[in-house]
């Protein structure tokens, strides 16, 4: 039984008067920036527990030059997060990647990124020449014939599977090792092994649910995306960096009245009679203000915290999202020998210290015209926390010693600047069961009237999916139940 739908609110009466948000990550101004659109009369607040807001996404100055310590690009194949950064003032800074192409550090050696595959799942194998070994390539010819569904470990409850062993017993553990590994390490931070198929890659549950060739499935898919009338790039960036985002986002709430709190964390969360109350500040001089309706956007430890009381079941889920952590390595050079394309990605079989890097300067044309060489390099994996806890100065020498194994000897000489930026739990772990998990989650919360939640834990890791989980939230709050009653118009802490 549901214990989280045992509190009820009042029936519906009118829209929202006051709607706090919790979190200012861009989920959370996101959300604020929604609900003040949806509903201009109420009073929006946003609590967020850092001096700084904007979450994972940040613009320092590096070498002289402001680059991205967090995110550089946004899916722009779905329109959420660019349609929203245009509407906010930032449309004729909205760019777009110059190359599109890039390499797997695979054996010692830069191999391009192979063609015709939907995250690293080919739609014919033999475009895996040249990064396979000759019996790998052998072994992913024949899968697609192997019965289906016949060796995977497959969650009944749910009847989802890792995207590892669904990829392996069709094309073998290679094609899962050089490239799909990579490259949902370098969306995840996480293993193939362990991550959702109905989570990360949605667009193959059909043919996992119906045994279709998978090489099959994939070729249809990537047909229909190059047959479409309007093909979009798949990514844009904004000039001076995607950091530069939450700052205008904030401005424009600010601009349309939200209010924004920083440095106020807030401690608890329950319902009243009426709405909401959160009690907010420091011990012992913490105030409470209270709300007709509530959007939790902060990760899912502090969610699992703030709703224990209101929504258990939903606090019990959330509380067993796995977290990884990660950190990026900026590099500046006055000038560097770069390879053709945006960048490698590393396989963990080859047991580098780094597991991807990004030629930055090459890829967006508003770095370039720096006259400056910017390189980053991410660390870290889900669990692998050792070389985390490397001090920076180690850290950036390990990474910088591998791009120059991986360019060679020549192309690098010493930077004019590094930077480590550390994002302690930055990543959510898609686990297999996630959808069903975030359905619990869901249900849960909108068993409670006027409360909602949002962030990159339910339906996506960047920031497209971030910004359009907060526009459901932002909508269900604005068209669900509250109760009657006035609420305090909150004043700082």
Same mark, same amino acid.
């Given at each position: $039984? ?32 929604? *609900? ?23 613009? =320092? ?51 391009? $990124?192979?063609?015709?595959?939907? $995250? ?31 060796? @995977? ?20 553990? %290679? ?18 092994? %362990? ?17 279709? !060739? ?7 898919? @990537?047909? =229909? ?39 106020? $964390?807030?401690? %608890? ?29 902060? !990760? ?5 915290? @703030?709703?224990?009381?209101?929504? !258990? =079941? ?9 977290? /990884? ?11 560097? *020998?770069? !390879? ?59 990474? @910088?010693?591998?791009?120059?194994? =991986? ?36 249900? /849960? ?6 409360? /909602? ?11 497209? *999916? ?28």
């Amino acid at each position: $039984m549901d214990t989280s739908a045992s509190v009820s609110g009042p029936a519906p009466s009118r829209r929202p008067r006051s709607v706090a948000v919790i979190g200012g990550g861009i989920s959370g101004l996101a959300a604020a920036w929604y *609900a003040k659109q949806a509903l201009p009369d109420a009073t929006v607040t946003v609590f967020e527990g850092s001096p700084r807001l904007g979450g994972k996404l940040a613009v =320092a100055e590096v070498g002289g030059v402001r680059v991205d310590l967090g995110a550089e690009s946004i899916l722009n194949r779905r329109p959420e997060a660019v349609d929203l950064a245009r509407a906010v003032g930032l449309a004729d800074d909205i760019v777009h990647p110059a190359t599109a192409s890039a390499s797997i550090w695979n054996r010692g050696e830069l191999v391009p $990124m192979p063609r015709g595959h939907l $995250m690293g799942v080919p739609g014919d194998p033999r475009v895996l020449a040249g990064l396979l070994s000759a019996a790998g390539l052998k072994r992913a010819e024949a899968g697609p014939t192997l019965p289906p569904r016949s060796l @995977l470990r497959v969650e009944a409850e749910t009847d989802d599977v890792a995207v590892g062993g669904f990829v392996a017993e069709r094309f073998g553990r %290679e094609v899962v090792d050089r490239l799909v590994e990579p490259l949902l390490g370098g969306v995840y931070a996480g293993h193939a092994d %362990e991550i959702s198929l109905r989570a990360a890659i949605p667009a193959l549950v059909p043919a996992y649910e119906s045994g279709e !060739p998978l090489d099959e499935a994939v070729s249809k898919i @990537l047909a =229909a995306q190059a047959g479409a009338a309007d093909p979009k790039p798949v990514f844009a960036g904004i000039r001076g960096g995607v950091g530069r985002f939450p700052a205008a986002l904030t401005e424009s709430c600010e601009s349309a009245g939200v209010t924004v709190h920083r440095e106020t $964390m807030v401690r %608890e969360l329950s319902r009243t009679a009426e709405g909401w109350r959160l009690v907010c500040g420091p011990v012992p001089a913490a105030r409470a203000h209270e709300f007709d309706a509530v959007i939790v956007a902060v !990760p899912g430890a502090p969610a699992a915290r @703030l709703l224990k009381d209101a929504a !258990p =079941a939903a606090a019990t889920e959330l509380a067993g999202i796995a977290y /990884a952590s990660v950190a990026l390595a900026t590099f500046v050079f006055d000038d560097a *020998a770069l !390879p053709a394309g945006s960048g490698f990605l590393v396989p963990p079989a080859d047991g580098r210290f780094i597991k991807a890097s990004t030629f930055s300067s090459v890829k967006w044309s508003w770095l370039a015209a720096s006259g400056k060489t910017v390189v980053r390099a991410s660390v870290g994996r889900h669990r692998e926390t050792a070389d985390l806890q490397r001090e920076d100065t180690e850290l950036a020498a390990l990474a @910088l010693a591998d791009l120059r194994t =991986a360019l060679g000897p020549d192309a690098l000489g010493d930077p004019v600047d590094r930077y480590v930026q550390r994002w302690g739990g930055g990543l959510p772990q898609y686990a297999v069961g996630h959808v069903a998990r975030v359905e619990r989650i869901r249900s /849960a919360v909108a068993a409670q009237p006027g409360l /909602a939640v949002c962030g990159a834990a339910y339906d996506g890791v960047g920031i497209a *999916a971030c910004v359009a989980s907060a526009l459901r939230a932002a909508g269900e709050i604005s068209t669900g139940a509250i109760g009657t009653g006035a609420h305090t118009n909150p004043e700082h802490p």
